[in-house]
Every structure is written in structure tokens, then in C-alpha cells.
């Protein structure tokens, strides 16, 4: 595991961006996962700035969605897919054929599951696979109590998870559901990566990394990924042991 601490949270976003730059210049047809939220925004906006300069090119990438609320698709206000239209998908015109996301409207939601599954199985694994970290440890919408070896599977919410959400939509939605990739595409993944800032996330990320692995904790599996990166700022690493800005451990 490799640990990157940024002083902020600008430097952070500047730090992962740059590292997903440079994989991406040697792995031109990667296959990505990508999650949305707060935490990812300043990333993507220091990726749409590279490519812009020329440093990347993502016109070969294929795209794979980590999650959706049930019951929204890319039509609605707040959902993943929205937010991952306006700050990448769109901003670098990738083609809709090169994005496989979850339809969280749809009628037969383990089917939506068995699909991105099979997709994940004939064209991956997934090469670079970026994850948030939740206030209760979540990883996608994979919440805590979770089964560490499924696959894409429907999820219910965290109430942690559900009060944290409202902050992305407009108008009062109620979430019934999650459907997320699972803990074993983490796993499986060719790299993984964590990303958190905040001093709001720094007991999480300390159980996380330095305790041990428990579904209770789903984010704790991220220890035992052979290429896993870890990328945070200062105050998210407050109560790790180690304090050094680059950690390989």
C-alpha cells in the first residue's frame, strides 16, 4: 500500500489527477472507475485541465460506473451519473458507448447488476479503480455489513449514508436504495485507489488502513490489495501512525 499525504486539499486533487495522468499515458484504453461526490470534483477538474493541455488523452478509456441511487438514472437531479456527466464525461466528450453505468430505474435492478458484471468479466479487469471514503466506511455504496466477496449487488443504506446525501440533491429525494459494484471488483482491480480529505474522515481512514479488516469497516479491505495508492491531505491523515508525506507500507 502507498500512501500519499498532501498538504491540502487542492494538492491532493493535484496529486491523484497527476497520478491517473501517467496511467493513462501508458494505458491509453484503460478501463475506469471513477466515483462522485465532493472529494473526486477537484480531481476531475485538474484531469479536464490536463487533457485540455494535451498531457492525456481519454478518447480510448472506457468508462465503468462504481454506483447509482436506486431509482435515478441520468435524467434525474443528483444522481452519480449526472454528477459524472457534468464534471468528466461530457467536459471530454467521451462517446456513450465507451460509459457503462448502473441504470438505477431500472425495472430488474439484479439484472442491471448480472450486466455490468458480465461486462466487467469480458473486458476487464477494471485497470484503475478510484473509491471515496464514507463517514461510516462505506467504499461505493458498499455499506458497512456488506459481504466482502460480492460482485455488483443492490445495497440498502446506511442512515449515515442517507442524511450525507442530501447535500446532492435540490429538492427532498428519498433513497430507498444503492446499486454498487462490489468489494471483490476492489479487490480485483488492477490498481486501487482511496481518496479522502477533511479532518471529518481522519478516524475512518485511520481504522481503514491500521485496523483490521472487518466488513464493519468496508473500506478496510483496501489492505489487502497488492496495488492499492492511497491519496489524502493533511487533515484526513491526522490519527495515522505515520506521518510522512510518501509511505509504502
Not at 476531475?44 to 454506483?67: M, N, P, Q, T, Y
Not at 436506486?70 to 452519480?80: E, I, Q, T
Not at 479488516?213 to 489492505?223: E, F, Y
Request: glycine share 8%; charged share 25%.
Amino acid at each position: 500500500m502507498k500512501l500519499r499525504i498532501s498538504s491540502n486539499y487542492e494538492e491532493m486533487s493535484r496529486a491523484a489527477a497527476s497520478f491517473i495522468t501517467e496511467y493513462v499515458r501508458e494505458n491509453p484504453a484503460a478501463l475506469l472507475c471513477f466515483p462522485s461526490g465532493d472529494t473526486p470534483t477537484g480531481i476531475f477538474k485538474s484531469l479536464l485541465d490536463d487533457a485540455h493541455e494535451g498531457k492525456v488523452d481519454f478518447r480510448d478509456c472506457i468508462f465503468v460506473g462504481l454506483d447509482e441511487w436506486v431509482g435515478l438514472d441520468a435524467g434525474n437531479d443528483g444522481s452519480c451519473r449526472q454528477y459524472m456527466d457534468q464534471h468528466l464525461f461530457l467536459p471530454l466528450a467521451i462517446e456513450a458507448h465507451k460509459i457503462h453505468f448502473f441504470n438505477g430505474a431500472a425495472d430488474d435492478l439484479h439484472a442491471e447488476c448480472k450486466r455490468i458484471d458480465e461486462f466487467i468479466k469480458q473486458r476487464g479487469p477494471i485497470d484503475l479503480m478510484m473509491v471515496g471514503l464514507g463517514l461510516n466506511g462505506h467504499v461505493g455504496l458498499n455499506e458497512p455489513g456488506v459481504d466482502l466477496s460480492l460482485y455488483a449487488h443492490v445495497s440498502d443504506l446506511d442512515p449515515k449514508t442517507k442524511h450525507t446525501a442530501k447535500k446532492y440533491f435540490k429538492k427532498e429525494t428519498a433513497l430507498t436504495g444503492g446499486i454498487t459494484l462490489g468489494p471483490r471488483h476492489l479487490l480485483e482491480s488492477k490498481v486501487a485507489v482511496i481518496i479522502a480529505s477533511g479532518a471529518k474522515k481522519a478516524e475512518v481512514l485511520a481504522k481503514a488502513l491500521e485496523e483490521e479488516v472487518t466488513n464493519a469497516l468496508p473500506a478496510s479491505i483496501i489492505q489487502r490489495h497488492p496495488g492499492a495508492y492511497i491519496f489524502v491531505d493533511r487533515d484526513a491523515a491526522a490519527f495515522l501512525s505515520v506521518n510522512d508525506q510518501d509511505y509504502e507500507g
